[in-house]
Each structure stands twice: as structure tokens, then as C-alpha cells.
């Protein structure tokens, strides 16, 4: 059966269809489509063939965790809003409909990675990171009860022990998402930055992760942490200790992330994929989870 799905695809790359394309349709199994193919002058029709597709995500639910880029999206306090116009938007002269417009933005807006080069002189910068590592097991650690009671709360290197007591060894090249709460105050700046002045960023207070909880998370594998609140690090330390003990073994963070609580805290995938910026120490990023309805 390869044999003859790869002569078929080939077949078929003669009338212009990309052989990846085609290997790819004819290999999986599922829901049937019908291609036909004859040579050049069209005298000899080849007997239609038949190829099936599995749809990947039938049996899962796909959970976005990311907030969409607007003129509310939060920003680092010393950083720059994102900015959107419209610059072509409605019928042309030709009656016809055309819609374009214009962004900027900050690196590190919104929901977000930060590639290690960030804090690490060494690390990699965003379009080095090895492009497997945004496809990792979930790792879901809630620390939302502790936090509801103290903003300044971490992630502690027993919560991390406490999720593989229940579940087991974290996979290789997890990424340990952290769900403290703080996505219900988003874009409430006051409350999400937990200042009354969240430009000033001395007087910041929300949850995050410790030093010794981020020197865990590299023992244990992972490929980046990412966390429902404005940085890795908690509000109150303006030294980013785990961005540095994260980015120098070339762990990624993720920051700004929502809808954690629809995870379970084992046995979901999750999709980080990043802007690819030449260089960049970080990018607005499409994260998204994968969940088996099983």
C-alpha cells in the first residue's frame, strides 16, 4: 500500500499538486475525497483514486490562551501600547470590498514569549529557539488558592514535586504552565499589576514564580514555564531572578496567558507559537491548548 500511495502521488505531481501535499492527504484515514489525473494533452484519464484524511483534533477540544492584540492590551508599565489602524478599509472605486491595515508593537505585549536571549547574555534569541519545543505536554500547576490570599505568592519547587507525586515524572520538554487566578483582572491595570499607580513599577504586586521553583523546572526538563500574569517573575522582584535562572538553560517564558482553568493539570498539549523575529528577545505569541475529550 505505500508503494502504491507514493507512485499515486507522484502521478499527481505531474498535474501540479505538491508531492508533500499529497503524501500527506493519501497516508492518513478518515473522511474520503476523490482526485483525478491525466497526462499533458489530456487523452489518458487515470482511474479516479480515493484518499482519506484523519482530522487531528476530532477527539480534543482546543482551548485558546490568548488575548487578542488591541489598543487594551496590557503592556510592561516602562514599555509601549500596541497600536492598529486601518489604513484601506471598505468598497474600492471597482465596488469591490478591501480591507488592509497597519500595527505596532512592543516585543513583550499582551500574551507573549521570552526567548532566553532576554535575560541571558548567551541564550537564544526568538527565531533560534528550536522550533519543537513549542510543542509541548501541559504541565498544569494551580496555585490560585494561595494567591487569592496573598498577591505576592511563588510557585514553589513542592508544588512542582506535589503535581508529579499525583501524576507522575513531568514529560521531557514540558512546558509547566502556572495558573494563579489573574487573568479575571485582566485588563483592569490597577488590578492586574496590583498598584494603584501600575506605572510605577516599584509598587507591583501579583504572583509568580520563585528562584528555587524556576532552578526545579530546569531539573525536571521542562522547555519553558508560562504563567496568567504579566511575568515570570512575581510583581515585587524588579530582578527577574527566574527569567535568569530560566533563560541561561535556555528555557522560554510564556506571560499573559488566559483560560488556564479550562486545563486539566495533566494530559493536555499545548501549541506556543511565537512571531519569528529576526534577533528578537521575545514576540507576541499564539498559544494554544489541546485537550482529549476522553
Given at each position: 500500500?505505500?508503494?502504491?500511495?507514493?507512485?499515486?502521488?507522484?502521478?499527481?505531481?505531474?498535474?501540479?499538486?505538491?508531492?508533500?501535499?499529497?503524501?500527506?492527504?493519501?497516508?492518513?484515514?478518515?473522511?474520503?475525497?476523490?482526485?483525478?489525473?491525466?497526462?499533458?494533452?489530456?487523452?489518458?484519464?487515470?482511474?479516479?483514486?480515493?484518499?482519506?484524511?484523519?482530522?487531528?483534533?476530532?477527539?480534543?477540544?482546543?482551548?485558546?490562551?490568548?488575548?487578542?492584540?488591541?489598543?487594551?492590551?496590557?503592556?510592561?508599565?516602562?514599555?509601549?501600547?500596541?497600536?492598529?489602524?486601518?489604513?484601506?478599509?471598505?468598497?474600492?472605486?471597482?465596488?469591490?470590498?478591501?480591507?488592509?491595515?497597519?500595527?505596532?508593537?512592543?516585543?513583550?505585549?499582551?500574551?507573549?514569549?521570552?526567548?532566553?536571549?532576554?535575560?541571558?547574555?548567551?541564550?537564544?534569541?526568538?527565531?533560534?529557539?528550536?522550533?519543537?519545543?513549542?510543542?509541548?505536554?501541559?504541565?498544569?500547576?494551580?496555585?490560585?488558592?494561595?494567591?487569592?490570599?496573598?498577591?505576592?505568592?511563588?510557585?514553589?519547587?513542592?508544588?512542582?514535586?506535589?503535581?508529579?507525586?499525583?501524576?507522575?515524572?513531568?514529560?521531557?520538554?514540558?512546558?509547566?504552565?502556572?495558573?494563579?487566578?489573574?487573568?479575571?483582572?485582566?485588563?483592569?491595570?490597577?488590578?492586574?499589576?496590583?498598584?494603584?499607580d501600575p506605572f510605577d513599577t516599584t509598587s507591583m504586586h501579583f504572583p509568580g514564580v520563585s528562584?528555587?521553583?524556576?532552578?526545579?523546572?530546569?531539573?525536571?526538563?521542562?522547555?519553558?514555564?508560562?504563567?496568567?500574569?504579566?511575568?515570570?517573575?512575581?510583581?515585587?522582584?524588579?530582578?527577574?531572578?527566574?527569567?535568569?535562572?530560566?533563560?541561561?538553560?535556555?528555557?522560554?517564558?510564556?506571560?499573559?496567558?488566559?483560560?488556564?482553568?479550562?486545563?486539566?493539570?495533566?494530559?493536555?498539549?499545548?501549541?506556543?507559537?511565537?512571531?519569528?523575529?529576526?534577533?528578537?528577545?521575545?514576540?507576541?505569541?499564539?498559544?494554544?491548548?489541546?485537550?482529549?475529550?476522553?
Open positions: 500500500m505505500p508503494n502504491l500511495i507514493v507512485a499515486t502521488a507522484r502521478r499527481l505531481g505531474a498535474a501540479g499538486v505538491p508531492l508533500f501535499v499529497l503524501l500527506a492527504a493519501l497516508g492518513g484515514s478518515g473522511c474520503t475525497f476523490t482526485v483525478e489525473s491525466g497526462d499533458a494533452s489530456g487523452t489518458r484519464r487515470e482511474p479516479a483514486r480515493q484518499a482519506t484524511w484523519v482530522d487531528p483534533f476530532a477527539d480534543h477540544d482546543l482551548i485558546d490562551l490568548t488575548y487578542a492584540l488591541s489598543e487594551d492590551s496590557l503592556y510592561w508599565p516602562n514599555g509601549s501600547p500596541f497600536e492598529y489602524e486601518r489604513q484601506l478599509w471598505g468598497t474600492r472605486e471597482d465596488g469591490k470590498w478591501y480591507a488592509m491595515g497597519y500595527f505596532a508593537t512592543p516585543e513583550h505585549l499582551g500574551t507573549h514569549l521570552d526567548a532566553p536571549i532576554h535575560f541571558a547574555e548567551d541564550g537564544w534569541t526568538n527565531a533560534e529557539i528550536p522550533l519543537r519545543r513549542f510543542f509541548a505536554p501541559a504541565v498544569v500547576i494551580d496555585i490560585s488558592e494561595r494567591a487569592a490570599g496573598d498577591a505576592d505568592t511563588m510557585l514553589r519547587p513542592d508544588d512542582i514535586d506535589g503535581w508529579i507525586e499525583r501524576h507522575g515524572a513531568i514529560p521531557d520538554g514540558a512546558i509547566i504552565l502556572v495558573r494563579t487566578g489573574w487573568s479575571a483582572r485582566w485588563p483592569d491595570w490597577n488590578g492586574y499589576y496590583g498598584s494603584d528562584t528555587a521553583a524556576a532552578e526545579r523546572a530546569v531539573e525536571v526538563g521542562a522547555a519553558g514555564v508560562g504563567i496568567d500574569t504579566a511575568s515570570i517573575d512575581p510583581g515585587n522582584n524588579l530582578a527577574f531572578d527566574a527569567h535568569r535562572v530560566l533563560a541561561t538553560a535556555q528555557l522560554f517564558n510564556l506571560e499573559n496567558l488566559t483560560n488556564l482553568d479550562q486545563l486539566p493539570e495533566a494530559g493536555a498539549y499545548v501549541v506556543a507559537l511565537p512571531a519569528k523575529i529576526e534577533g528578537g528577545s521575545g514576540a507576541p505569541a499564539r498559544v494554544v491548548a489541546m485537550v482529549s475529550r476522553d
